[in-house]
């Protein structure tokens, strides 16, 4: 008998996600794995990089673990839209990822949307919930 793998294929899609962009936001706010901002050190206080930086640094976990996945995911693909377009397209070419270095900005937005349709798939907090909830339904 053949087994469906997408649901489980969605979760590692989403944890190996959340794990490659949790890393942007503390490399913008402790310069952990390393610093990326222009001239190195870490995003200022209170400033647009510092700003994207705690989106990604507390939204990045939650993805992680599959908890509050679908607006979490809507939150963070809005936040990456807002990247691309701010950040990238201003430098001109906005149709063309490519030159402006806009294309990871691009990815994370249509993936974290992605995942805000689809759901966090079955290796997450969202559902294990969901099975707690469903199991605890008193049967008449």
Known sequence: MKKEWSPQL???????????????????LF????????????????????VAGMI???GGPFILLGLFTR???????????????YGHARMGHWLWPAIN?????????????????AGPGPWS?????ARRRNSTIPVS
Request: glycine share 10%; hydrophobic share 60%; net charge negative.
């Open 71 to 85: 607006p979490v995911a809507f939150i963070l693909a809005g936040e990456m839209a807002v990247a691309y377009f």
């Open 125 to 129: 907090l969202d559902a294990l919930l």
């Open 56 to 58: 990604e640094t507390i």
């Open 10 to 28: 969605l979760s590692v899609l989403r944890i190996m996600l959340a794990y490659l962009f949790i890393q942007i936001g503390t490399a913008k």
């Open 31 to 50: 310069g952990l794995p390393a610093p990326i901002m222009p001239g190195g050190g870490t995003a200022p206080a209170g400033s647009l990089p510092w």
């Open 101 to 117: 270095m806009g294309q990871t900005a691009v990815i994370y937005c249509f993936l974290f949307l992605y995942i805000s349709a």
